[in-house]
């Protein structure tokens, strides 16, 4: 076993051309100020470009193998037939919705007839569903009887608008949570998908929201922390990345060369990126710390990419603190992106060097599987399902403080084969565990599972 | 053309008494109540969690962090070791060698043994707290029939290079707590049906804790093919 102590690395191999040069460079010109670049703007489209065709089943056999993509339809074999339906708040926007217009299509691929609705309701309901979410999350809040009102006015005009006629019912998130008094006298399995972090929710919310959610047959978390205790069966499902979506496909070395020529971004030298809204929470100045530090023994240049500025006063205010403290240094690139920038966010992932995310609190942290995924050495902090994917000194570096992230930054660009064993680690782990193909996996088990307790 | 059947052709394609199919398992995670922050808690819920809990963090964890090759052997010694700060216990715990057990039963009586050991020894350990609690969770298991067959040696190495590692995991790992034998299906067949006694052996030798599982293929594969040559 090996020593916590200190990462135990192979020594970079003097044989290997790369390797020498990429620590010769790295560690020259630590402190020598990098003649000043065009700063260019971006040609990023400024409306969102047309949605690209979901995927097919047989284009991820490429990815995860001929073995294991017969694997999922054997497993699916015994469902052909079934009816599922799945209901959230929302068709466009946010992760969820992401998430089911990849799924919706593999699972009716795999002959389960998948469909897809979206609940609606007045501005009152989506307020009263917005103060949910945040309370559920820990924040303060008052339920009123008028909430409450609200909330079950809506969901009842929503049950009488939908029926439920499907064998296999999943209601994503608390909104529309309250469907599930359609299944009185139904013999159908109803799933409530919890995407948010529970651990901490507000009481009185909670309270309410409990005696719904014990109707369900069966509850599923993103983490074991953010489950709460249930008389229900509760599977654990982890978030997941599409490989074949604009953010994670493979791309042209080209396209990533021009990507990094529009941002000013100087692939000949050490690049470490941290991708991220500008939010206080993924504490962008904390990384521009570590990057100071860091700089007085290695040089490299830093990249800061993406969004929340635009939209979110306080994300204006962390964009300009971050800018402020990379004052006039050439080497620290802030890039505020637009949410299509995915194809970008993609090239600037794979040019790097090393990826960092130092969050101060995190949901599950896709970035850091979308790094992983790359095949990056990846540097995270231990917060939220971080350490689910980042195995210290297996599939990546943790870090608790500035400092580590500082230290474990020199390290790595010191120890390039060491980093790539992390990397190779890493895309093996998002591979077993954290993919689409996983994700309709888990879908298609619990479905059999809970189609199985009726017999 | 019609080959020429050379001596080790022909004993690769002998007919074995019964073909070996390849199966391989699905596995679901669920969330269990037990959660532990000492080694008190670790200890209770060791004693009281259900048996897929055992089976989940220790056989099942080995096929999802497949691809690590040296540090890595069962949660509960990742989490004394990272979490609680305890390298002495975790230590232990990886020393565990998943394939000296043939039921979940005997697994578990190892695994409070060690830790109430470890305890008594360091009674000031106990006070010790992990600022990440240890969340139990279990493995329900769905097996599927890759419609794969051998019917001997050289059907059986292409099998091998063909099915997934969750085949491999099912047949060379699992199969000891399903068939309560210190062994694995691979062994067995070759033994039963092909009489191959010293590669059966030799398969039992492999080690599975220094090898990532497509290491552990690849030593198999290879151990056969020497055999065929």
């Known amino acids: 076993m090996q020593d916590l102590g200190r990462p135990t690395a192979p020594q970079p191999d003097s044989s290997s051309p790369a390797a020498e040069a990429s620590v010769r460079n790295a560690q020259t010109q630590a402190g020598t100020p990098a003649p000043a670049r065009e700063r260019r703007k971006p040609r990023i489209s400024e409306t969102p470009p ?33 009816r599922v339906k799945m209901v959230n708040s929302t068709a466009m926007g946010g992760g969820v ?81 309250g469907l599930i008094s359609s299944k009185a006298g139904k013999s159908s399995h109803w799933v409530w998908r919890c995407h948010i972090d529970l651990s901490h929710p507000n009481r009185d919310v909670w309270s309410f929201l409990h005696p719904m959610v014990e109707q369900y047959d069966a509850a599923v978390f993103s983490s074991p922390a953010f489950a709460r205790s249930l008389a229900i069966p509760q599977a654990l499902f982890y978030p997941c990345i599409d490989p074949l979506s604009e953010k994670n496909k493979d791309l042209d070395e080209k396209y990533i060369q021009e990507v990094c020529d529009n941002f000013g971004v100087d692939r000949s030298r050490p690049i470490v990126t941290q991708i991220s809204r500008f939010d206080r929470l993924k504490d962008p100045l904390g990384v521009i710390k570590a990057y100071k530090m860091a700089k007085k023994y290695v040089d490299f ?78 540097i995270a902090s231990a917060v939220g399902g971080i350490p689910t994917q980042v195995i210290d000194k297996h599939t990546g570096l943790l870090v608790h403080s500035v400092e580590g992230c500082a230290y474990q930054i020199r390290y790595l660009l010191t120890h390039p084969e060491f980093g790539a064993q992390l990397g190779r680690n890493g895309r093996e782990h998002v591979k077993e565990n954290f993919l689409m193909t996983t994700n309709a996996r888990r879908w298609v088990m619990l479905f059999r599972i809970l189609s199985s307790s009726n017999a | 053309m019609q080959t020429a059947i050379t001596p080790t052709t022909a004993f690769s394609t002998v007919q074995a008494k019964a073909p070996f199919e390849f199966k391989s398992a699905a596995h679901l995670l669920f969330i269990e109540r037990e959660r532990a922050s000492s080694i008190d808690e670790l200890l209770r819920a060791l004693q009281s969690c259900p048996e897929e809990s055992i089976f ?8 999802e962090h497949h691809f690590i090759k040296e540090g890595f052997s069962n949660d509960f010694a ?81 099998g091998l290079r063909q099915v997934s590692l969750h085949s491999i995991h099912y047949h060379f790992i699992e199969a000891r707590l399903r068939r309560k034998l210190e062994s694995n299906d691979f062994s067995i067949w070759l033994l039963r049906d092909l009489g191959l006694e010293r590669e059966s052996v030799l398969l039992n030798h492999i080690d599975i804790y220094t090898s990532t599982l497509e290491g552990v293929r690849r030593k198999i594969i290879q151990i056969l093919q020497n055999a065929v040559h």
């Open chain 2, 78 to 158: 990742h989490w004394a070791y990272t979490e609680l700060g305890e390298v002495g216990l975790g230590e232990r715990l990886a020393s565990l060698d998943v394939r000296e057990f043939t039921s979940l039963a005997a697994l578990r009586e190892r695994l409070v043994q060690v830790v109430e050991e470890f305890a008594s020894e360091h009674p000031k350990s106990r006070e010790r707290t992990a600022p990440m609690p240890f969340y139990f969770c279990s493995s329900k298991t769905i097996v599927l029939q890759t419609q794969r067959h051998a019917a001997n040696l050289l059907e059986f190495i292409d």
């Open chain 1, 301 to 378: 240049q830093l990249v800061l990419a993406g969004g929340g500025a635009s939209d979110d006063p306080e994300g204006a205010v962390v964009l300009k603190e971050a800018q402020e403290a990379a004052g006039d240094d050439p080497d620290v690139i802030i890039l505020e992106l637009p949410p299509w920038s995915a194809l970008e966010i993609n090239a600037l992932q794979r040019a790097s060097t090393i990826i960092v995310q130092k969050s101060l609190k995190e949901g599950f942290g896709l970035t850091v599987t979308e790094a992983l995924w790359k095949a990056k050495p990846t």
């Open chain 2, 56 to 63: 989940q963090h220790t056989f099942r964890t080995l096929e």
């Open chain 1, 50 to 82: 047309a949605a690209p065709p979901a995927p097919r089943l047989a284009d991820y056999e490429s990815i995860i193998g001929k073995s294991q993509l017969d694997e999922l339809r054997f497993v699916a074999s015994p469902l052909r037939g079934k």
């Open chain 1, 97 to 177: 919705a992401e998430m089911l217009n990849r799924l919706v299509p593999l699972l009716d691929e795999l002959e389960i007839k998948t469909g897809w609705e979206v609940i609606t309701g007045g501005n009152d309901f989506f307020e009263v569903t917005k103060a949910f979410h945040n309370a559920l999350h820990g924040g303060e809040f008052t339920l009123t009887q008028q909430a409450r009102d609200v909330f079950m006015l809506h969901t009842e005009q929503n049950r009488k608008r939908m029926s439920f006629d499907e064998d296999l019912v999943v209601i994503h998130d608390p909104q529309p949570a």
